[in-house]
């Protein structure tokens, strides 16, 4: 039996998803202007901050705004090519839609995960690239070594495979639930925890947050080892979170794969 080529696959996923974003302009203009209108407002509100602070929780405002700009690169990739078709899963299992994915010849999650690519989101990318640019240079006693451009795009395709995983596992569950909806928003609160820097997570309840968040449901590691690569100098304690950083990602995707393929277990077509 022939295997499709997934790379090829995703390719003409992708071609689709631009030639219908490219069918309503207008729309699509839209929706990229105001994401990235967000994020310049959200930048603008910390440089409001560091007018009145030299640093938050140790980080300076040019390194502050390199983990903006990675913050924006991982949400950027996520809402672009898992965050669509996430939401979609629950509709797909309401109204028998899923029955057509489980008989195509190919991997179920990967046909489920990658259908729609939602091309706007991707605005947000650029202006990371621009922030970046313009942050890095600024950051006191910081030197660019190759180890950087190796490390730095790694660990946000790292930090984009943990919050797939907890979002396709999330999305699963509406397989056992029906309709999902409360979840995305729990999806929303817990991944608001990974777009501040760790060591804001102090005290009676910061500690024990930061390391639920950091050990048991990786969160916090999918901005802060990037951002600390690419704005901090090298310290053990870095080397260790990177490190458990690898660890927490292959984790998280085979514990998301066998949640996903345990709800796949429990499914019922709808037009049974």
Known sequence: MHHPSYLGVFLTFARNSLI?????????????????????????????????????????????????????????????????NAQELSELVRTGGLDFALLKPIDTQFLVSLQRVNWASLGNFFVALLLLAYAVPRIEGFELSPWHFLLY????????????????????????????????????????????????????????LRQLFTFVVPILVVINVPARIMAKPLVSDQV?????????????????????????????????
């Open 153 to 208: 795009p790694l660990y946000i395709v790292l930090g984009v495979f943990i919050l797939y995983s907890v979002m396709i596992a999330l999305a699963a569950t509406s397989i056992w639930l029906g309709r999902n909806q409360s979840l995305y928003d729990f999806w929303f609160y817990i991944t608001n925890f990974s777009r501040y820097p760790m060591e804001i997570y102090e005290g009676t309840w910061g500690t024990p």
């Open 240 to 272: 260790f979170l990177a490190s458990f950083a690898m660890l927490a990602t292959a984790i998280s995707l085979l514990g998301s794969r066998w949640v996903f393929k345990q709800a796949l277990l429990s499914y019922r077509s709808a037009s049974s």
């Open 20 to 84: 219908r974003d490219m069918t309503f302009r207008a729309n699509f203009l839209i929706e990229g202007i105001s994401s990235v209108s967000w994020m310049i407002m959200n930048l603008g509100f910390y440089t409001l901050v560091y007018r009145f602070t030299p640093s938050i929780a140790d980080w300076d405002k040019y390194e502050f705004f390199v983990f903006i700009s990675t913050t924006m690169f991982v949400n950027s990739l996520v809402q672009a090519f898992f965050m669509p």
